[in-house]
């Protein structure tokens, strides 16, 4: 690689960690207002959860179309859908019964986890591990529902589900954000 190319590629990875950061600090903060309103409002706060991932959604736009490239991009625009559809779906129509909400959640988690790892494979960089890690959560936390106890334990298992999900993924881009803006 040129000196040319190098330093490209070092600029290009500076001034894209700010968007990185911001999207794992939002993240984070969506997780952990998952959690307490999950422990507040039990059922209730399940249907919180689709304004929540509407917000994570337009943050993974946002992100994909001021920092990604190529497939990259591609990645992080699909996964934007499948959230954006997961949060309509739960707003517009809410499940009628917990059995149709638990299978929705737990699809959704393990899509986007086969997501997250398939970016991670796509993505050639230092914070791949942190990556295949938000991705492999997502997977367990969507076979835990699958697989999990009686219909009226995961009423608030579900939400923080969905709350652990976003703050792993949210600590994923922000060690992400972290090792870009790492002088080198």
Known sequence: MTASASSTLHSERRSRWRWLLILGIVLIIL???GITIASILELTSVLV???LLLVSSLMQFLTAFFTEKGRERLLHYAA?????VLGFLIMVNPPEKLGQLIVLVAVFLIIIG???L????????QSRAWAIFAGVIALVLGGALLIGGSTGAKVGFIAVCIALDFACHGISWSAAALMEHRPV
Do not use: H, N
Request: aromatic content about 4%.
């Open 31 to 33: 997780g952990i207002s």
């Open 49 to 51: 959860f689709g304004p």
């Open 80 to 84: 934007a859908v499948v959230e954006m």
């Open 114 to 116: 086969v997501m997250r």
């Open 118 to 125: 398939a970016s991670s494979l796509v993505a050639r960089t």
